[in-house]
């Protein structure tokens, strides 16, 4: 009674989902991508640390990725069978902790890149471990023989399944693995600390789902092949990099530590912008990584470049919010409470937008301070050293 209880509320949240736009139209679970099953608390018991599930006298053998902390009990407990075989446990708990770190007053700008995973304001760069690179000759191998195997009923094909979903497994372990050491507070090991070690983090609002859809087929409207995207190339390369993962865990932990995340407009030209004298040139390709100012003569690695002026955009947002004026270069101050034009946009999306999920407060703050700013004429470079 109490699965078919659960089931029934899984298939309501999913219908509901479906008819707001955000799913697909639910389907039955496949017995080869495993499954999954929630347990509250009528249907599990906590005892001395161990876990029993209802109508089972033994407690579950678990080998904990990390302890509980003391006092929460837990509330809500779902048992997951995924592809490569692996079973896991997740515990749903009420933490009543306070987290918070001291505030200190050290703000850092992030540009989320291929070549480097990261790049500060503070000229350090992290490197891209490149997990699906590392065993990309391994994982074609194995999925050439899955291919090769006719009868999918047989158990040569499962167990060619079986190792294809393994090494799957290994590229999304490693992953999240490196991800969880880049914003992880505690980890001495780690190449950077974000979280622990600056007060606001800036980011862009990348829509990474719509950098790695397809190209249109050429055969369509001229109007649907200008929408596609241009950098599907590199789709295999951005699904590697992990940047959504990346800023969803910088996004909860810096609600947890008392930081504070800000996401600027993905449209600000924060690669093409000088960040010495403001001047913004019409084209820079991607593969020029470093490049001169044509009005100051600045001289710009491409990656730190892009995160002061993200540093700079977002600051200009905290102090929107905080409702204090932002400085022009002619020395007034212009309140950019209540605009409502639109941001400075570059002419390939002028020329045909895609369609993009809403954006989030961050962004349209960051894209309302951006067209006050080039509003306002050419900006100083006394302002810009700022």
């Not at 639910?26 to 509250?40: I, Q």
């Not at 490149?130 to 291919?147: E, F, G, I, V």
């Not at 996004?251 to 000088?274: T, V």
């Not at 700079?312 to 204090?324: E, L, N, Q, W």
Request: hydrophobic residues 35%.
């Amino acid at each position: 009674m109490y699965h078919c209880s659960k089931a029934v509320v899984h298939l309501q949240t999913a219908f509901t989902n479906f008819f707001s736009g955000r799913a697909k139209y639910p389907n039955f679970k496949k017995k080869r991508n495993g499954g999954s099953a929630e347990f509250t608390k009528a249907a599990f018991r906590w005892q001395d640390g161990q876990v029993y599930l209802a109508k089972c006298s033994q407690p579950l053998s678990i080998r904990w990725s990390r302890q509980l902390p003391p006092g929460p009990v837990p509330t809500t407990i779902t048992v997951r069978l995924e592809p490569s075989g692996r079973w896991s446990v997740s515990l749903r708990i009420n933490d009543t902790r306070d987290l918070k770190l001291k505030q200190i007053l050290k703000q850092v700008g992030v540009d989320l890149g291929i070549a480097s995973l990261l790049t500060t304001s503070d000229g350090e760069k992290v490197a891209n471990p490149k997990n699906l690179q590392k065993l990309h000759k391994k994982l074609r191998l194995a999925q050439k023989s899955l291919d090769r195997k006719p009868d999918k009923k047989s158990n040569n094909y499962y167990k060619a399944r079986l190792k294809v979903a393994k090494i799957h497994a290994q590229i999304k372990d490693s992953r999240l693995d490196y991800t969880h050491k880049l914003t992880y507070v505690a980890n001495p090991t780690a190449p950077l600390r974000l979280i622990r070690e600056n007060q606001t983090i800036v980011v862009e609002d990348l829509a990474v789902k719509n950098m790695v859809k397809k190209r249109c087929d050429p055969a369509t409207t001229l109007v649907a092949r200008e929408r596609a995207p241009r950098d599907h190339k590199l789709a295999r390369a951005i699904s590697d990099a992990n940047w959504g993962e990346l800023v969803r865990q910088l996004e909860y932990k810096a609600e947890w530590y008392g930081r504070e995340l800000i996401k600027i407009d993905r449209y600000f030209p924060s690669s093409k912008r000088c960040s010495n004298c403001g001047h913004a040139v019409e084209k820079l390709p991607l593969n020029i990584r470093e490049w001169d100012c044509p009005e100051c003569g600045s001289h710009h690695d491409r990656d730190i470049n892009a995160s002061i002026n993200i540093l700079r955009m977002g600051t200009r947002v905290a102090d929107r919010r905080k409702g204090t004026p932002t400085k022009k270069a002619a020395g007034g101050a212009v309140s950019v409470c209540g605009a409502t034009v639109r941001p400075e946009e570059s002419k390939s999306r002028q020329a045909g937008a895609m369609k993009q999920k809403a954006p989030t407060s961050d962004a349209r703050e960051s894209r309302a301070v951006s067209r006050i700013a080039a509003s306002g004429g050419c900006q100083s470079s006394a302002e810009w050293r700022k």
